[in-house]
């Protein structure tokens, strides 16, 4: 997908906007986050306090039970231990308006095999009857199926539904009166349900929405006016302890847990009677009993209070004693909980001012950035147009210098110099872009000949030497014949990587060249010797000079020796039949000019001129000035006929111009031969030398036939 950049104008809204709303968001973020820093504050003090004030209201509450039974044991129906009477009373004291509500009762005398009055049935039973103030019950010795129907419902109960009564009365281990009969006026214990007790579905649809049901068992001995234990009373009790759970509210629901880490109360009824442990909170419940007994109250926060998809809750929490043992207390903890949203249901409006108000500076942050960008883009789109407007260079007009910004007035000034040299630039720039892409094309060539070149030479070295390894020749002779192509055939590769090392170098520019006086004889005759067999492999006519005198000149002698072999054994190559010219003439020498003087660097000093001219196939002129470039061949492909890695003559122009001389070269055009003329400065003693010419003929006679691959040879005659 193509990006398009933005316009200027966009780009001066965008950036306005984008210095300004980080700052508003910023702002924003920052008073957020102390609001809802105020907010939790607020909430962990009031869940703390509402915890505190629903553990004196419990505590107040289990108060009031206690000091009514001790009212009840007084009465004389309790006292002359009439069950009627008891009945009578206990109907009237669960129908009295109290701050808690008994839901049922159970009286047991000491060593009776049933309860004397029990109006406690299942939860089952709740579900399919409605349960009456005091139900039928045992009486004395009766079976509960032959109770005394008194005070019943308009629909009487199934004996089957009589069997659901419950009892709710501790066991003897848990009450000291059952134990020993001791006579204890104080003896008054509280109990929680216990585990798996749940609320029936008659007392869960009974219960207020903003009210927490909290249910307990009490216990109390009667005695008679002797100081003897005539009866145990016990009473399932419910508080209701006031809660709300809408939002903003930081009352709180009601959570009690009971001296066992038994949950006596919570806001989701299947939790009620379980222990803390099973819940997910259970370590932080555990630490909060354990600061409930040290008598702290603070608050804690808990996570998937409800269940697994629960997030935050807030909860304050407090304890209140109960009286659960012999002149001992126990201290129960009671929560008060709220969902963390609820806390923080105040940071919906202070999000909302904050909405508006951002919305008011973002809109005028937006006028002024139109303003703005518009006064300063409509400038620079007249320039825009300017430059569109130019189709031809040569009729440029004037830059629109109108505005009131000097700085946007001095761009259409700079804008139209640049135009003005781009056209001086464009043709430049295009003769070197496809310079560059033909160099791309002429590396790329060149590693493939330079692989080709390397790869051929290496596989004779291979072949030969494993020939003579494995003995598979016939005779010494033979496999001296390929110990000898072997190193023919490493002199080569080693002179291929000597070139590509030399034009490293070059390009590095770490060269360097020893200069010193040679005799040019000696050179010319050196190289001579070393091309004496390829002329006679090609049957080829060498013309050379007659040198009398000796001709100095200041070279590095084996940079000048490699320049001279590349520049013959191109001849040789490239000339499959005719003759081979070598000339050399100095500035004194009377000769016709050759076509390329003009085109070479020639020395101030006295000089030496060196001409080679073959009759092989010749050169497009308009090929010549690519061949000394380096990686250039005009034939590049690797299935060329001729080989090499096109780096001879690029080495021998860089070689010549460090010795201060010049190479140049010249041909009519294709099969009309090629003429390589080198320029090198001379040192002059006394006179000039005297340049004859001698023709060398090759004699039929001295052509050696090969014999087991060896290659035919031809001698030279002065």
Not at 106 to 123: F, G, R, W, Y
Not at 682 to 703: G, H, I, W, Y
């Amino acid at each position: 997908m193509t990006h398009h950049p933005r316009s200027f104008r966009r780009n001066l809204l965008l950036r306005i906007l984008a210095f300004s709303l980080p700052i508003l968001f910023i702002g924003q973020a920052i008073v957020l986050r102390k609001a809802r820093t105020s907010l939790l504050t607020t909430a962990r003090q009031n869940l703390t306090s509402s915890a505190i004030r629903k553990a004196e209201e419990l505590e107040t509450g289990i108060q009031s039970v206690e000091a009514t039974l001790d009212l009840l044991a007084q009465t004389e129906a309790f006292q002359t231990g009439d069950v009627d009477a008891i009945r009578d009373l206990l109907d009237r004291f669960t129908q009295d308006t109290t701050p808690y509500t008994i839901n049922c009762v159970e009286l047991k005398a000491p060593k009776a095999q049933a309860s004397a009055i029990n109006t406690c049935v299942s939860d089952l039973a709740n579900i399919l009857t409605p349960t009456p103030a005091i139900a039928p019950s045992v009486l004395g010795n009766t079976t509960q199926n032959e109770s005394t129907a008194t005070n019943t419902p308009e629909k009487p109960r199934t004996p089957s539904e009589s069997t659901l009564i419950r009892s709710i009365l501790p066991g003897a281990k848990q009450v000291p009166w059952l134990q020993d009969g001791s006579v204890n006026n104080a003896d008054f214990y509280v109990f929680s349900p216990g585990l798996g007790s749940t609320l029936a579905a008659t007392e869960l649809a009974q219960t207020p929405e903003d009210r927490a049901l909290v249910k307990f068992i009490v216990a109390s001995p009667i005695y008679s006016e002797t100081n003897e234990l005539i009866y145990t009373l016990a009473m399932e009790v419910h508080l209701f302890q006031l809660q709300d759970a809408t939002p903003q509210s930081l009352v709180g629901e009601t959570v009690v847990i009971d001296q066992n880490q038994v949950i006596v109360t919570h806001p989701d009824i299947s939790q009620v009677g379980k222990n803390i442990s099973e819940l997910r909170d259970a370590d932080k419940l555990s630490n909060v009993i354990g600061d409930v007994k040290a008598g702290k109250s603070e608050f804690v926060h808990l996570f998937r209070f409800l269940n697994e998809q629960d997030g935050q809750w807030l909860a304050g929490y407090s304890g209140f004693e109960v009286p659960v043992s012999p002149k001992q207390n126990k201290v129960w903890t009671v929560l008060a909980v709220t969902p963390l949203e609820r806390a923080l249901y105040g940071l919906t409006a202070i999000r909302q001012i904050l909405f508006t108000l951002n919305s008011g500076l973002l809109i005028a942050s937006i006028v002024l950035a139109l303003y703005v960008s518009r006064s300063l883009s409509l400038p620079i789109e007249r320039l825009i147009r300017y430059t569109q407007d130019v189709d031809d260079l040569s009729e440029l007009k004037a830059a629109p210098r109108g505005s009131s910004i000097w700085e946007l007035n001095y761009l259409g000034t700079v804008i139209e110099r640049m135009l003005r040299r781009l056209e001086e630039n464009s043709t430049e720039l295009r003769r070197a872009w496809q310079d560059a892409q033909a160099a791309n094309q002429l590396k790329n060539e060149f590693l493939a000949n330079t692989s080709h070149e390397l790869r051929t030479p290496l596989n004779g070295i291979i072949g030969s030497i494993h020939l003579v390894r494995d003995e598979l020749c016939d005779s010494r002779e033979e496999e001296m014949d390929f110990l000898e192509q072997a190193n023919k055939a490493a002199l080569h590769l080693l002179s291929v990587i000597e070139d590509i090392l030399n034009i490293a170098k070059i390009e590095a520019g770490t060269l360097d060249v020893n200069i010193a006086p040679i005799d040019l004889r000696h050179v010319l005759q050196d190289v001579l010797e070393i091309e004496r067999s390829q002329l006679q492999a090609k049957g080829l006519q060498l013309i050379r000079p007659e040198l009398t005198e000796p001709i100095t000149v200041p070279v590095d002698h084996s940079r000048f020796k490699q320049v001279l072999l590349n520049v013959l054994s191109n001849a040789i190559k490239f000339t499959d039949e005719g003759t081979i010219a070598l000339t050399v003439s100095t500035d004194e020498s009377i000769e016709e000019p050759t076509p390329d003087s003009g085109e070479l660097y020639l020395p101030s000093e006295p000089w030496v001129k060196i001409t080679i001219q073959d009759s092989g196939i010749g050169i497009n002129p308009k090929h010549l000035s690519k061949l000394f470039k380096p990686f250039v061949m005009i034939d590049g492909s690797h299935t060329r006929p001729y080989e090499g890695t096109g780096l001879g003559l690029a080495i021998s122009q860089n070689f010549m111009r460090l010795m201060q001389g010049d190479i140049g070269i010249y041909s009519p055009g294709i099969g009309q031969g090629t003429t390589v003329t080198i320029v090198v400065p001379r040192l002059v003693k006394s006179k000039t030398a005297d340049v004859t010419e001698t023709v060398v003929q090759p004699l039929a006679n001295d052509v050696v036939s090969a014999e087991n691959g060896q290659t035919a040879a031809m001698t030279f005659r002065q």
